[in-house]
């Protein structure tokens, strides 16, 4: 079946610093997302991306979808204390609904 | 409320016991999925309705778990005999229709289930 691989799996970085983390597919998508999960909450949607080569901003975050579809990455810039979370990526094939999900990247903050 | 809710929050229970867990869709959408978290990992797909067509249930992990939806609203994921391996946070999501580009799933706060 299709796997999302997502790294790294944690991150530990000081306030004021950059971050990016990626994900890449065994298959190919037409959809990439990035979700962050607060504690005792539900993913909530930061960027979705829907064409190969396309790169979208979303204030400090920016996330590109990979020219072979099969890659996503994620950058936070100038990150802050409430950047603090579990960031994952999501794929979806061209034909159906599911979404697969990375393993997600854990990140803390240091202030 | 204008988003996915889902109850309970928390349920635990013994081993070999049945449980159900709802969830509210966000109102007019026509989708609604079920996923599973297990501790630190990501989401597995579960279960999926769209409006009046068969549910796509690829992603049932055993013949113990299963899944209604009344119309296009509250749905329940219902989990007989739990086992310890079932202990997970049970998440819903819905959209305004299934499939397609600009469509995108929201998702409830979740069900944290233990099983003892």
């Known amino acids: 079946g299709q796997q999302l691989n997502q790294s790294p799996q944690s991150m530990f970085i000081q306030e004021g610093e950059d971050v990016s983390m990626n994900c890449t597919s065994s298959s190919i998508f037409n959809t990439w997302l990035w979700y962050k999960q607060d504690p005792g909450e539900g993913p909530v949607l930061l960027i979705a991306?829907?064409?190969?080569?396309e790169l979208t901003s979303n204030g400090r975050l920016t996330a590109q979808f990979g020219i072979t579809r099969k890659d996503s990455f994620l950058n936070i810039s100038a990150s802050i204390p409430s950047d603090v979370g579990i960031y994952f990526c999501?794929?979806?094939?061209?034909?159906?609904?599911?979404?697969?999900f990375g393993e997600g990247t854990q990140l803390t903050v240091n202030p | 409320g204008a988003g996915v809710s889902q109850s309970p929050s928390n349920k635990v229970t013994e081993k070999g016991k049945d449980v159900e867990l709802r969830c509210d869709p966000i109102?007019?959408?026509?989708?609604l999925y079920w996923y599973r978290q297990r501790l630190g990992q990501g989401l597995e797909f579960l279960i999926y309705?769209?409006?009046?067509?068969?549910?796509?249930k690829s992603g049932l992990p055993s013949d113990r778990f299963s899944a209604e939806r009344t119309g296009e609203s509250v749905s329940t994921l219902t989990i007989q005999r739990t086992q310890q391996e079932d202990s997970a946070v049970y998440l819903c999501?819905?959209?305004?229709?299934?499939?397609?580009?600009?469509?995108?799933?929201?998702f409830g706060p979740g069900t944290r289930l233990t099983v003892l």
């Open positions: 991306l829907y064409k190969a080569g």
């Open positions: 309705f769209q409006g009046n067509s068969a549910p796509d």
């Open positions: 999501a794929g979806r094939e061209t034909s159906g609904s599911r979404l697969t």
């Open positions: 999501a819905s959209s305004v229709r299934g499939g397609g580009l600009y469509n995108e799933q929201f």
């Open positions: 109102s007019g959408h026509t989708a």
